[in-house]
């Protein structure tokens, strides 16, 4: 370092015209370089620039990131809430299905029970038919016992005694056989 400045030393001697110079385009560019770097007045440099870009970039990410944890934070809320939120929807499906069962089972007893109440309808009116059929094949039974007990005293000569016993055993025993099957 001491041959530097000797050098420098010597220099200024023998040329101080040449180190003058020098030191203006040295100074020239040390002012050339602070504006371009720090700027000039209201002109901002690149330097400048740039370190503010940098900071507006850093703030930038520093928000987004506080907002990205901030929304870390309530999501354990949220999930919290839409799990409710979802419980809450599966009972109202749960209940809106039992309702619709419930339902559905009601209109199939109350079908059953119309099917039932026309079946029972259906047999009574048949039963009915059935016995009114039966009764009267028993009434022209009867009348054709009578009428044959009735030829057969006419014809064999009986005398009117054995004539109203035997008439009275034919209609007691078709009335016994009309009261079977009414029975029945």
Known sequence: ???????SLHEIQHAPLTFAIELVQFALLVFVIWVVAVGLGN?????????ADRRDWVAAELEEASEREAEAASAPERAAQQRAD??????????????EAEREHTRILETAAEEVAE???????????ERSE????????????VTTAVRQILDEGFTPA?????????????????ESVSLS
């Open 1 to 7: 370092m001491l041959e530097v400045l000797q050098e």
């Open 43 to 51: 002109r901002q440099g690149l330097l400048v620039k740039m370190l």
């Open 86 to 99: 979802a419980e809450r929807r599966v009972e109202e499906i749960r209940a809106d299905a039992r309702q």
């Open 119 to 129: 079946i029972e309808r259906q047999a009574a009116e048949a039963l009915e038919r």
């Open 134 to 145: 039966a009764l009267g094949g028993v009434q022209e039974q009867l009348v054709d016992v």
């Open 162 to 178: 054995q004539q109203r016993t035997m008439i009275q055993d034919a209609i007691t025993k078709s009335l016994d056989d009309l």
